[in-house]
């Protein structure tokens, strides 16, 4: 079977075996709307009231796309791999001709297309529930890649997770401990001017992925305000740069996990 065969063979399998989890594709789609109505209409923005939640609501937008593209990658690959180290199933796909960078590329693929879809329908239900107003127009595009590149990333540090924790428990531990910190401290749902001046938001991937969603999406701009004000110091707004941060930090996390996926169990 030729490379493109065994990454789709195994994309294939990796599909199946999601659909036949109903709690995980519960989650996947469920997750979103139970953000929205908490974030977005629940606690509402009052853009004169000061503190959390107190800009436009679309400007809310990348935090919670964040939620979906950070969380589920993070969980579903890390506990993939987890299964796979418990059941000694790499130790079986030795055998075979797959290789583990081609194993990680087609559950990452599964990955950026279900997410995709979660992200699709969490965009619908902001722009309907809490009224955001979004950016319209070629640039928007660019949420595609920004989508896909950001699931691939944490897809590999889900994989790099699953590999080294002890157990299924484990990775749900770890992912839980990188996840929450990175959602609230990488300009999200928090804005720069909330944050201590020191905080190093740089050293966050998922600061690149906000920026850049945020320079294509958010359409409330104030007569003469610039979209660096409101993206904090660093990188800025230019959303190629920022996206090519994260293809470049995304290459290097999945060069990482496929050399710490074992061979062996």
Known sequence: MSRPGRIAAEAVAATRAFLRRRTAVFF?????????VIFGVLVQTEAAGGGLFAEPAGWYVPGYLAVVVLFTPLSRV??????????????KLATTPLRRWEWLLA??????????????LLLVLVAVLTGASLALGPGTLLLVPFVGVGVALFCAVGAMLGAWADSQDGVVAASNAIALPLLFLSETFVPPSMLPAWLPTDLSPLTY?????????????????????????????????????LVGLALLAAAIAARALPRTD
Not at 28 to 36: L, W
Not at 78 to 91: I, K, P
């Open 107 to 120: 559950h990452t693929l599964v990955n950026v297309a279900v997410i995709g879809l979660a992200g699709l």
């Open 28 to 36: 996947t789609f469920g997750f979103p709307v139970i953000i929205v």
């Open 78 to 91: 890390g506990s993939e791999v987890a299964r796979h180290r418990e059941g000694n199933r790499f130790e």
């Open 209 to 245: 992925f906000a920026r850049g969603v945020r320079a294509v999406t958010y359409a409330d701009w104030a007569p003469g305000e610039t979209l660096q004000a409101w993206t904090g110091p660093g990188l800025g707004s230019d959303p190629l740069v920022n996206l090519g941060v």
